[in-house]
């Protein structure tokens, strides 16, 4: 989950295990949503999107949970894998013609084998 | 086909020196965004390209940083007179526009430190 400081927030989890990572977003307005997943020395990379006609989407080991009431979006990992430790951020878009996305402070997965 | 690239990949210079990093975006894809992030944080956006129009340039932090775009290809991002806090990792995306003008393909970023 978020947490205050200088310091990226870190879930750390065994192998197989389910994981789920949190983000708190900033504007109501906001209509669509991606995961990014970003690899030490890599570009983020897409995972899954949402729009905000939904409250869930599956992908493949993966489900984005979106609560509009409290502006929260969650990333769920079945079955983690080490390949999975990454940082993972969430980013929102507005939308009505604006496409700068405002990005999630990240979250640092670790998957212990 | 390729994906996004920059360079250089790494990037040491001294402290009031400029800098030109480059990046070029997947071919088709009308918008490019450059973004930058500092260790153990989140992106910060910096300055959208889409096609011809006028860029958004909301995001540059001061006036010693300034990006090109010709066309629907190849941008650079000039820091001019470098100072310590400009060291990051600078990213650069591009999106395809249409009904995925929302998924932004990024580059492998370009590491600037500034000594």
């Known amino acids: 989950g978020e947490s205050v400081g200088l310091h990226l927030p870190t879930l750390s989890v065994q192998e197989g295990d389910n994981s789920i990572i949190n983000c708190a977003y900033s504007?109501?307005?906001?209509?669509?949503f991606i995961w990014y997943k970003q690899e030490s020395g890599k570009g983020p990379q897409f995972i899954i999107d949402?729009?905000?006609?939904?409250d869930k989407r599956q992908g493949q080991r993966v489900t984005v949970l979106l609560n509009k009431t409290v502006k929260h979006l969650s990333l769920q990992i079945a079955a983690t894998q080490p390949g999975d430790s990454a940082v993972y951020f969430c980013?929102?878009?507005?939308?009505?013609?604006?496409?700068?996305?405002?990005f999630g402070r990240g979250t640092s997965l670790i998957v212990h084998p | 086909g390729a994906g996004v690239s920059q360079s250089p990949s790494n990037k040491v210079t001294e402290k009031g020196k400029d800098v030109e990093l480059r990046c070029d975006p997947i071919?088709?894809?009308?918008?490019l965004y450059w973004y930058r992030q500092r260790l153990g944080q989140g992106l910060e956006f910096l300055i959208y390209?889409?096609?011809?129009?006028?860029?958004?340039k909301s995001g540059l932090p001061s006036d010693r940083f300034s990006a090109e775009r010709t066309g629907e290809s190849v941008s650079t991002l000039t820091i001019q007179r470098t100072q310590q806090e400009d060291s990051a990792v600078y990213l650069c995306?591009?999106?395809?526009?249409?009904?995925?003008?929302?998924?932004?393909?990024f580059g492998p970023g370009t590491r600037l430190t500034v000594t």
């Open positions: 995306a591009s999106t395809s526009g249409g009904g995925s003008q929302y998924e932004q393909y």
């Open positions: 504007n109501s307005a906001s209509d669509y």
């Open positions: 949402i729009r905000s006609n939904m």
């Open positions: 980013a929102e878009n507005i939308g009505g013609g604006s496409y700068i996305p405002t």
């Open positions: 071919s088709g894809h009308t918008a």
């Open positions: 390209f889409q096609g011809n129009s006028a860029p958004d």
